[in-house]
T-cell receptor, first 112, second 118 residues
Framework: DQQVKQNSPSLSVQEGRISILNCDYTNSMFDYFLWYKKYPAEGPTFLISISSIKDKNEDGRFTVFLNKSAKHLSLHIVPSQPGDSAVYFCAAKGGGADGLTFGKGTHLIIQP | DAMVIQNPRYQVTQFGKPVTLSCSQTLNHNVMYWYQQKSSQAPKLLFHYYDKDFNNEADTPDNFQSRRPNTSFCFLDIRSPGLGDAAMYLC?????????????????FGPGTRLLVL
């Protein structure tokens, strides 16, 4: 029973354009959301996060949007760069759980 | 650089032979976590330590144990590895569970140890 879902296993985007990665969750007790980026043979690296009291958080080229009513969040990367090619994990926290609940990840491929 | 270190990066063991994976951190974080990630799956929390207090997830098999001798080190012991235990094992740390906000919520991961069971 997946509580955090990333329905696109992979996404291909042209360099310079916007990349939009989506994430849905089912547990209404989640109140903090994070995006991690993972290169092959490395551990996940924290990218950006958002609290449930906000609907948007921006950090440079990365923006996360949260739609609580739809239980949906998205990560926007603009402009996309070749170094952005990686697996992106959506993760959520809350409801008394101490660990993170992860999605399966989306493999982003930036085409030159 | 402050970091989370996992050794070894690759570990091969035999079916039923106990194995220990190690994690160390220089971040001085008081919470340490172990996650298991199987191929094409999401990382799944096995347990965590809040300081010296051990917190096991309800569905973590008894075959998996952990030790934290001090703030910097945490070990994952698999007492009798089965073929189904082959996975990437990720160690993570965070600053504190008390309070909320980016400092408390963000977990920092090591590079992982890939375990192969023959």
């Amino acid at each position: 029973d997946q509580q955090v879902k990333q329905n696109s296993p992979s996404l291909s985007v042209q360099e310079g354009r916007i990349s939009i990665l989506n994430c849905d969750y089912t547990n209404s007790m989640f109140d903090y959301f994070l995006w991690y980026k993972k290169y092959p043979a490395e551990g996940p690296t924290f990218l950006i996060s958002i609290s449930s009291i906000k609907d948007k958080n921006e950090d440079g080229r990365f923006t996360v949007f949260l739609n609580k009513s739809a239980k949906h969040l998205s990560l926007h990367i603009v402009p996309s760069q070749p170094g952005d090619s990686a697996v992106y994990f959506c993760a959520a926290k809350g409801g008394g759980a101490d660990g993170l609940t992860f999605g399966k990840g989306t493999h982003l491929i930036i085409q030159p | 650089d402050a970091m989370v270190i996992q050794n070894p990066r690759y570990q091969v063991t035999q079916f039923g032979k106990p194995v220990t994976l190690s994690c160390s951190q220089t971040l001085n974080h008081n919470v340490m976590y172990w996650y298991q990630q199987k191929s094409s799956q999401a990382p799944k929390l096995l347990f965590h330590y809040y300081d010296k207090d051990f917190n096991n997830e309800a569905d973590t098999p008894d075959n998996f144990q952990s030790r934290r001798p001090n703030t910097s080190f945490c070990f994952l012991d698999i007492r009798s590895p089965g073929l189904g235990d082959a996975a990437m094992y990720l160690c993570a740390t965070s600053r504190d569970l008390a309070g909320r906000g980016p400092l408390q919520e963000t977990q920092y991961f090591g590079p992982g140890t890939r375990l192969l069971v023959l």
